[in-house]
């Protein structure tokens, strides 16, 4: 039987305390979300998830930190984990998604780094199957 595997979930729209305390900044900068995932890879988690929005889903007057950059920032910062990018299909044409995946891995500074990029697109109403497109890379 295969063991669970934890990580954490990337506050790409920076951290939620803010919208009810007030006195603690919203947050969504590359510098948090690398001392955040150095953090989590130090602790013994082995996967974290970058997820993409064009925008802040919240508020568009808030940053957002985009997915591709901060993954290969992140892929050449880390050691250990997992990275995944979780991206929404059709915004970048297969065969360019993949280049930037490879470009990422080509950061990573070890062999057993893996980065993914997988999304789901839902094909219309209720009941309707989903389909689920994506790219494994292993180094």
């Not at 915004?91 to 490879?102: D, E, G, I, T, Y």
Request: net charge negative; proline share 6%.
């Amino acid at each position: 039987m295969l063991e669970p595997r934890y990580g954490i979930w990337v506050p790409v729209g920076g951290n939620f305390g803010p919208l009810d305390t007030p006195d603690e900044p919203i947050d969504a900068s590359y510098e948090r979300t690398r001392s955040l995932v150095l953090e989590a890879e130090r602790l013994g988690y082995v996967t974290t998830l970058v997820a993409q929005h064009l925008a802040n889903p919240r508020s568009l007057d808030l940053k957002q930190l985009e997915t591709w950059t901060a993954c290969a920032a992140l892929a050449e910062a880390t050691e250990s984990i997992e990275i995944i990018a979780a991206i929404k299909p059709l915004l970048f044409h297969p065969a360019v998604l993949a280049k930037m995946a490879l470009g990422i891995d080509g950061m990573a500074l070890r062999k057993e780094k893996i980065v993914e990029a997988a999304g789901v697109q839902r094909s219309g109403g209720a009941g309707e199957k989903e389909e689920v497109l994506g790219i494994r890379t292993d180094i």
